[in-house]
């Protein structure tokens, strides 16, 4: 029986070892909660992999981990990404053969460095405690990784350059001998793994192949422009100052965090046109209430409103017949952490609709359609 649940575990953890994540650079890495990836197994339209980063953040031996949760089968993997590189902390995966087998990796394994260096080689070596149907079991591991060069390559998701990395696992059993998995990785930058071909010791060999990712998407979108259509000036009140309202939408899979006012200015331009000869005003970013505070979080799917003071002290036309001023915005991503939209339909206001996702931005047309004008009438009495 020992020896039966031995081998058992051996083999989950040379299984395990397969799907691994070696890469050297938080940009071939991305551990965001809500990534997900999608991979072909062996070329089958039917057998596709799922796996996906959660929310929730574990602590494993002290260290805060991210966990990547394989939908199919359940198992979930712990990694850190850190100034000392990329390790792996534990695998946890319920009902292999009616057991739920948990390896946790002491010292944590290690697949890299956090600069990416093309010759790298990277060893770890440790103990790989192993519990399951209350028994404990300690393995010996030693991992060496391998930073090979670029390497281009063409999956069902499309083609990619990548960072070539051999990572070769080996497992101690005791008695029972050693136990050799060889995975060849190929990563993209800003997506992950997009191809890996593992082969074990008995010469059986996997290969996985990216057929989707959310982990390059991002997509914020200028959603409306509110401002007041009609502002009146007077003998008594030659100013007024007025909320120019910019609504602003996380259409990406990822929370978005706007840190400060320096980057909410730099994420959304304003652009103020005059109809006439007054010189058109200058919006500036609100202070206080009822601006939120930073950091600004957006999640998925969620919609923060930015305010600015305008203020009208001139009007091309002083009666009430047409517009003086005409309002756009526009949102430049890069803005956060340097990385450009990936819908730009949806970046600026006013606007036609773009998809059946996107109604569009503006005034409303005489077709009753999205995409007209945003202009402010000053009337003096």
């Not at 120019?244 to 706007?258: A, Q, S, Y």
Request: aromatic share 10%; with cysteine.
């Amino acid at each position: 029986m020992r020896k039966c649940f031995v081998w058992l575990v051996v083999a989950f953890l040379c299984m395990m070892s397969q799907a691994a994540f070696p890469a050297t650079s938080n940009d071939y890495f991305p551990l965001k909660p809500g990534t997900i990836w999608q991979y072909q197994v062996d070329g089958q339209e039917g057998s596709i992999v799922t796996r996906k980063v959660l929310v929730k953040k574990v602590t494993v031996n002290g260290v805060e981990t991210s966990v990547v949760k394989y939908i199919d089968g359940k198992l979930r993997t712990y990694f850190s990404n850190g100034p000392d590189g990329i390790f792996l902390h534990r695998e946890y995966m319920p009902g292999v053969s009616g057991y739920n087998i948990d390896v946790t990796f002491d010292p944590p394994m290690k697949f890299g460095n956090q600069t990416f260096e093309i010759g790298d080689s990277i060893t770890s070596d440790g103990t790989a405690v192993t519990r399951a149907a209350g028994h404990t079991f300690y393995f010996g591991y030693t991992a060496v990784t391998s930073v090979e060069g670029m390497e281009a390559v063409s999956v069902p998701a499309g083609d990619f350059e990548t960072i070539r990395v051999t990572m070769e696992l080996t497992l101690s059993s005791g008695g029972f001998g050693d136990f050799t998995i060889t995975s060849i990785q190929n990563f993209a930058e800003g997506i992950g793994i997009v191809k890996e071909v593992s082969t074990d010791t008995d010469g059986f060999e996997t290969t996985e192949e990216l057929v989707y990712t959310n982990a390059n998407i991002n997509d914020l979108a200028i959603t409306s422009i509110t401002q007041p259509k009609r502002v009146t000036l007077s003998a008594a009140a030659p100013t007024k100052t007025s909320y120019l309202k910019v609504k602003l939408r996380n259409m990406g899979p990822f929370e978005e965090t706007i840190e400060n006012a320096a980057m909410l200015t730099n994420l959304i331009t304003i652009t103020v046109d005059s109809l006439g000869t007054c010189p058109a005003p200058t919006p500036i970013l609100h202070e206080g209430k009822p601006q939120k505070s930073f950091p600004i979080t957006i999640k998925p799917g969620k919609t923060v409103t930015t305010y600015y003071d305008v203020t009208f002290d001139c009007a091309n036309d002083p009666s009430k017949e047409t517009p003086d001023f005409r309002f756009s915005a526009a949102v430049d991503r890069a803005a956060i952490d340097g990385k450009a939209d990936t819908n730009p339909a949806d970046d600026v206001c006013p606007r036609d609709s773009s998809s059946a996702k996107d109604k569009g931005c503006g005034a409303k047309k005489p077709d009753h359609t999205l995409g007209g004008d945003v202009t402010t009438d000053v009337v003096v009495k």
